[in-house]
Each structure stands twice: as C-alpha cells, then as structure tokens.
C-alpha cells in the first residue's frame, strides 16, 4: 500500500473529525478514518461519505495499514485524557518518521509532554490549533500548527488546502516550536471570550438600557457589522435575534438562560496572563461574568434584596447608539491588544519564535475571531515585527483614542443605570492605566515597605531602600 497508502489519518469521527475528514477528500487527498467505535464509522461511511476517497479503518491495525509511509495522523477526540488515551492505543504502530497532529483544544503543557514522549521513538507531534467550529472545520477553518518544520512540511499541502482562504492564501502558517500553535489557539480562544463579553454587555445596555426587542436588536448589530465593526461574532449575533423558538414562536433569545457554560481555554489564558504577568482585564472579566452567570439562584436571591438607583436612560437614544458603536469598536480593539502583548510575552518565555503579523493574518478568516479590524492588525505587526504593543501602532493607537470619550461615555451610563458593562470598563482602564506616566504604585511599594520590609525602589536613586515608617 506504500504509494496509494492514505495521505492523512483522522482518528476519532466526531463532528469536527467528520468534517475535517469530509474536507481534506474535497481537496482531492486519500484519507483514511478511525473511531473507538466502529459503529460510528459505519454510519460515517454509510451517511456522509460517499464517492470521496475515504478509507474506513474498523480496527485500528486496519486503519494504520491504509496509511502512506511516513504515516501522518490527525487525533480529532476531545482534549485532555482522550488524548493521551488515543496516544495509548496507536503508539505500537507507529514508526520512526511518523506523525501524530493533536487538532484538539489541548492545554500546551500537555503537548510539550506529549511531544516528548512520542520523540523517545523518532515520532514526531504537531499541536493543531482549529478554529471556526463545525462550518470551519468543513468548509475552511483557521488552522494553527506548531511544531518540528519537518512536521508541517509533511502536510502542509493538506492543511493549506483545507483552511480558509483569504485574499488567495490559505489560513494556516507554522507559527512556531513546541507547543505554539495551542499556545496561539488557547490566546485565540480568550479574545474570543472577551469579545463575546463585550458584545453581551453591548447587548444587555441596549435591552435594558433601551428597552429594545429582538428585532429592533438585529437592525442595530446588522448595521453594525457593515463597517470597521465587521466581524463573525457580530454577524452571529445579529442573526441569533431573528431566530424565532419553533415551540412558542417567541424570540428564542429571550427563552435561553442567562447562564454561560465554558470548557475552560478563557480560564487558561487567564492564569497563563497572570503567570506571565501580562495584563488581560478583557479576557479575565469576561471569564468572571461567565461564573457569575452561573450563581443564578444566588442572583435570583439577590436581586430581591440588593437594588440600584434604578435610573431610566433618558439621553438621546441615537447618539448613544453611535457611542456604544464606538465604545465596542475600542474595547475590541483593546481586547486583541491584551492577546497579542501575551503572545509577544509568551514567545520570548517559552521561545516559540511566534511572528505577530503571521498570527494576525490566519485569523482574518476561518476562525470565530475574524474580523475586519484584523487587517489593521496586521499591517501593525508587518510594517513594525518588534511593535511592543497594539496601542503604539499609530492608526491603532489613534482609533482607540477618537473613540475613547464615546467609551466614556458609555462606562459612565452604564454605571448610572446599574447594568454592568466590565468589559467596556476594564478596556478604558485597562488603556488609561497603559498610557499612565505614573501610576499609585508607589503608594503600595510604600506600603509592602510598611507592612512587610520588602524594600522599594526611589525616583532619585538605584537600589533597594527601607525606611523606618513608625518613628515620627
Ligand atoms: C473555535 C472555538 C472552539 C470552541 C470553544 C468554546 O475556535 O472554533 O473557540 O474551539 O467553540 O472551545 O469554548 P467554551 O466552551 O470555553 O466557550
């Protein structure tokens, strides 16, 4: 079978396995699949399948047989011990050369583990970042690899065959060593979070604030997804307040809870930014809205008891709009701002060899985070590598600061009708804090000094110095 053999192997058939699977055979490659459960893949070959050059593997010696060596296989189960269980089972089939690709959500540590174990016998690893959910993964996703040249040079044509394309080139570069590229789509995945957060406090101002009805809400986020605004979640969101509940006809919006789940790659990039000690207030309130939102008996209580001033918004209904439109635009911008200043950290912590301009690029399409601003950010990070953060390119830098008094003004009637908006608030201070001169740190070098003897450091002099605080 050498020479006919299947160019790649998909193991696990689940929905994005399917459809990679599906993909990669429309692109004219051999592919052959596997599932823990042969059932699935009966019904795989029976349903989906059809005239493609897909091979089945209802055993998986059977399935290692139909691969062309140096065989190239892709794991589609979900992250964490599926993985290694995966690993497991196909680890005495494989040979030196070969190829395992993880295309799961798995946290990078456990790749760098991963990859070092499977080099004990010349196996090489890839850490596949895939983004763009079910439609993504069969018709164009962004693809994020990292890993051994040699590896992505084995599927390169594969990968850039079935990632979306943008302007003629595909979403998928090497984007470093080891771990980088689930190190990209974990940071990825936070954006994705705070932008969601953003726009859901968008959405809860203009609903409560305004009182606006679903339909009257998917004029306004059509309309905003025209211009500099334009992206997928807003495209998304715009059309989620169309969608009417087959069961009562009302807006299914107003039938969801208001209770979000999470599988926990915002939380890791989270802790990563505080390990780091990279700031990234967007991404980690938007991880605590989504908590709170599950303490819902605890708020249902709550708000029995606990009131605000209850003001009504009684401001000019259309300007707010604009400035809402403005302040959104600015806490995006801040968003990718905070995400790309951890990738800059993170390349030079763990010496991925990250290039900004070349993340920033395969994101544009394919992925939840694509959007228009992501031009911008890219000809930031090509017209300067080394740009230290997204706030001193100077078309970023003076888009964030045009807007900046509307995201005022917005935080500021936020406050005054008791809505939260964090994300919105975060993102100004978040700026106001970047862009300070000075800032009160002073006082708590002062205090740990106090309180603890930690030293701090003087305006006029290097070194470490104490002081007596008690004596006068
Ligand atoms: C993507 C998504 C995808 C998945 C998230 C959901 O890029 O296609 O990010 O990976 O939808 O993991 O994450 P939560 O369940 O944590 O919201």
Same mark, same amino acid.
């Given at each position: 079978?050498?020479?006919?053999?299947?160019?790649?192997?998909?193991?696990?058939?689940?929905?994005?396995?399917?459809?990679?699977?599906?993909?990669?055979?429309?692109?004219?490659?051999?592919?052959?699949?596997?599932?823990?459960?042969?059932?699935?893949?009966?019904?795989?070959?029976?349903?989906?399948?059809?005239?493609?050059?897909?091979?089945?593997?209802?055993?998986?010696?059977?399935?290692?047989?139909?691969?062309?060596?140096?065989?190239?296989?892709?794991?589609?189960?979900?992250?964490?011990?599926?993985?290694?269980?995966?690993?497991?089972?196909?680890?005495?089939?494989?040979?030196?050369?070969?190829?395992?690709?993880?295309?799961?959500?798995?946290?990078?540590?456990?790749?760098?583990?991963?990859?070092?174990?499977?080099?004990?016998?010349?196996?090489?690893?890839?850490?596949?970042?895939?983004?763009?959910?079910?439609?993504?993964?069969?018709?164009?996703?962004?693809?994020?690899?990292?890993?051994?040249?040699?590896?992505?040079?084995?599927?390169?044509?594969?990968?850039?065959?079935?990632?979306?394309?943008?302007?003629?080139?595909?979403?998928?570069?090497?984007?470093?060593?080891?771990?980088?590229?689930?190190?990209?789509?974990?940071?990825? !995945? =936070?954006?994705?979070? &705070?932008?969601?957060?953003?726009? /859901?406090?968008?959405?809860? %101002? #203009? @609903? *409560?604030?305004?009182?606006?009805?679903?339909?009257?809400?998917?004029?306004?986020?059509?309309?905003?997804?025209?211009?500099?605004?334009?992206?997928?979640?807003?495209?998304?969101?715009?059309?989620?307040?169309?969608?009417?509940?087959?069961?009562?006809?009302?807006?299914?919006?107003?039938?969801?809870?208001?209770?979000?789940?999470?599988?926990?790659?915002?939380?890791?990039?989270?802790?990563?930014?505080?390990?780091?000690?990279?700031?990234?207030?967007?991404?980690?309130?938007?991880?605590?809205?989504?908590?709170?939102?599950?303490?819902?008996?605890?708020?249902?209580?709550?708000?029995?008891?606990?009131?605000?001033?209850?003001?009504?918004?009684?401001?000019?209904?259309?300007?707010?709009?604009?400035?809402?439109? !403005? =302040?959104?635009?600015? &806490?995006?911008?801040?968003?990718? /701002?905070?995400?790309?200043? %951890? #990738? @800059? *950290?993170?390349?030079?912590?763990?010496?991925?060899?990250?290039?900004?301009?070349?993340?920033?690029?395969?994101?544009?399409?394919?992925?939840?985070?694509?959007?228009?601003?992501?031009?911008?950010?890219?000809?930031?990070?090509?017209?300067?590598?080394?740009?230290?953060?997204?706030?001193?390119?100077?078309?970023?830098?003076?888009?964030?600061?045009?807007?900046?008094?509307?995201?005022?003004?917005?935080?500021?009637?936020?406050?005054?009708?008791?809505?939260?908006?964090?994300?919105?608030?975060?993102?100004?201070?978040?700026?106001?804090?970047?862009?300070?001169?000075?800032?009160?740190?002073?006082?708590?070098?002062?205090?740990?000094?106090?309180?603890?003897?930690?030293?701090?450091?003087?305006?006029?002099?290097?070194?470490?110095?104490?002081?007596?605080?008690?004596?006068?």
């Amino acid at each position: 079978m050498p020479k006919q053999g299947c160019e790649i192997g998909v193991v696990g058939l689940g929905t994005m396995g399917r459809n990679l699977a599906l993909n990669f055979a429309d692109h004219g490659f051999r592919v052959a699949v596997y599932n823990r459960t042969a059932e699935k893949t009966r019904e795989f070959m029976a349903q989906e399948v059809g005239p493609r050059h897909i091979r089945p593997g209802y055993e998986l010696q059977e399935f290692i047989g139909l691969l062309r060596r140096p065989r190239a296989l892709l794991i589609m189960v979900s992250a964490g011990d599926a993985v290694d269980a995966v690993i497991k089972e196909i680890w005495p089939h494989l040979a030196a050369g070969d190829l395992v690709i993880d295309g799961g959500n798995s946290h990078f540590t456990d790749t760098n583990r991963r990859a070092r174990a499977l080099a004990v016998n010349k196996v090489m690893f890839m850490g596949l970042g895939v983004s763009g959910g079910e439609a993504g993964a069969r018709y164009g996703p962004s693809l994020m690899p990292g890993g051994p040249q040699p590896a992505y040079d084995r599927v390169a044509p594969v990968l850039e065959a079935a990632a979306a394309q943008v302007e003629g080139a595909p979403c998928v570069a090497l984007l470093g060593r080891g771990s980088a590229g689930h190190y990209v789509k974990m940071v990825h !995945n =936070g954006i994705e979070y &705070g932008l969601m957060e953003l726009i /859901a406090e968008t959405y809860d %101002l #203009l @609903k *409560r604030g305004l009182g606006m009805q679903p339909e009257e809400l998917h004029k306004v986020y059509t309309d905003w997804n025209q211009g500099e605004l334009s992206s997928f979640l807003l495209e998304i969101t715009a059309r989620i307040f169309l969608k009417k509940d087959e069961k009562t006809g009302k807006p299914l919006i107003d039938l969801i809870l208001d209770r979000a789940k999470q599988k926990g790659t915002g939380m890791w990039t989270s802790w990563e930014a505080m390990d780091l000690q990279v700031g990234t207030p967007t991404i980690d309130i938007a991880v605590v809205m989504r908590d709170l939102s599950g303490y819902q008996d605890e708020r249902l209580a709550a708000a029995q008891v606990l009131t605000s001033p209850n003001h009504v918004f009684g401001g000019d209904r259309a300007r707010f709009l604009d400035k809402l439109k !403005n =302040g959104l635009y600015a &806490g995006m911008i801040a968003t990718y /701002a905070q995400g790309l200043a %951890l #990738l @800059k *950290r993170a390349s030079a912590t763990y010496n991925y060899g990250l290039d900004l301009e070349t993340v920033a690029r395969i994101w544009r399409g394919g992925c939840i985070i694509r959007a228009a601003l992501l031009e911008d950010i890219r000809a930031a990070f090509r017209d300067r590598p080394d740009l230290n953060h997204l706030f001193l390119d100077p078309k970023l830098g003076s888009e964030f600061m045009t807007r900046q008094q509307d995201l005022r003004d917005v935080v500021g009637v936020a406050a005054e009708l008791g809505v939260p908006a964090p994300g919105l608030m975060l993102s100004l201070a978040y700026f106001d804090a970047y862009r300070s001169a000075r800032l009160p740190a002073n006082l708590i070098q002062a205090q740990r000094d106090y309180f603890g003897a930690h030293t701090f450091e003087r305006v006029d002099a290097a070194g470490a110095f104490h002081a007596q605080w008690d004596e006068d």
